[in-house]
């Protein structure tokens, strides 16, 4: 495993690289803005360590949290920063496609209700694309699915590869896809950032095990989503039917011995969960992340051009 440094180590040397670029010993370095690059030379840069980026969250959150609001600046930062602190030598942006998806065909309301993005926003979101395109930077959109749906399928096929894997986000449905190979970042405006591995989701969650999320979502519903989940099942109700039963399909698996759950007011509990059961299986279908969506490319040649440059300088 890679070394982490902080402060002024002797471990590292850091460079400012200009926005049209520079020349180093020969070498012509172009980058969008200006950027630390922390070259380790002690220990060479793992070629197992990916970044993920969920690019429509990470783009409005750069939006929201700047004044004058603007997308690219503190998106390539935010590329920046994290690229360092992961030492991600590979890098993919997730970028979500324009509706209808495959999830508003299951349910037309699904996020319903949300402001429309404001104009300068869509400028600029399209500006940043084009930028990360002409800069070398990965980036993915396939039609009907979300980017969390990339996210899932690209974290699973690296898991299964070998990788050290981050997900960049600010949405908790994310978390879904933790396990000991992959870990969440999340940013908030509201929040400081929070890094989830199992342990720590599984605090947030009560004890439910990452896999868990999209059971306990379909359950007790997702606001932000504008999913309902089961009426009348709650937190508190949807934390403990899991602990007991697992998932949704072992909820149903045998009704009558939720009976025994030691749970206040438990014959209800029965009942809405006894008359909800398309409900329930169609919420757990939306909040379920896709994790095989075809992807063509190679995790292998999704070089990040951040630490690429850093290579460069070290040799």
């Not at 670029?21 to 197992?48: C, M, T």
């Not at 969390?148 to 994310?174: E, Q």
């Not at 757990?284 to 850093?310: F, M, Q, S, Y």
């Amino acid at each position: 495993m890679a070394k982490t440094f902080s402060g002024k180590s002797s471990a590292y040397h850091r460079y400012r690289l200009k926005t049209h670029g520079i020349f180093y010993e020969g070498i012509f370095l172009s980058f969008s803005n200006y950027v630390d690059i922390q070259v380790f030379k002690e220990q060479p840069i793992s070629n197992k360590n990916l970044l993920l980026i969920d690019g429509h969250a990470a783009a409005y959150h750069c939006w929201f949290t700047s004044y004058p609001n603007e997308v690219l600046e503190g998106f390539m930062e935010l590329l920046e920063d994290l690229s360092i602190k992961y030492q991600a030598d590979k890098l993919v942006v997730a970028f979500d496609p324009l509706p209808p998806l495959f999830r508003h065909l299951l349910y037309p309301s699904y996020k319903a209700g949300r402001p429309p993005a404001p104009e300068e926003f869509i400028y600029e979101y399209e500006e940043l694309r084009v930028h990360l395109a002409g800069e070398g930077f990965t980036s993915v959109e396939v039609d009907g699915y979300e980017a969390d749906d990339v996210l899932g399928t690209l974290s699973t096929r690296a898991t299964k590869s070998g990788f050290k894997t981050t997900i960049a986000t600010c949405d908790l449905d994310l978390l879904q896809l933790v396990n000991e190979q992959v870990s969440v970042e999340l940013f908030s405006q509201y929040w400081p950032t929070r890094i989830f591995d199992v342990e720590k989701t599984r605090a947030r969650f009560k004890g439910l095990c990452p896999s868990q999320v999209p059971d306990y979502k379909a359950l007790a519903g997702d606001r932000l989503d504008n999913l309902p989940g089961v009426p009348g099942i709650g937190d508190v109700t949807a934390t403990a039917l899991l602990h007991e039963k697992e998932s949704v399909e072992g909820i149903y698996e045998n009704i009558d011995s939720l009976k025994s759950i030691p749970l206040r007011g438990i014959d209800r509990i029965v009942a809405i969960i006894s008359r909800n059961k398309e409900q329930a299986y169609l919420m757990k279908k939306l909040t379920t992340i896709i994790c095989d969506v075809e992807i063509t490319i190679d995790l292998d040649k999704c070089t990040n051009p951040l630490l690429r440059a850093a290579e460069i300088i070290k040799n």
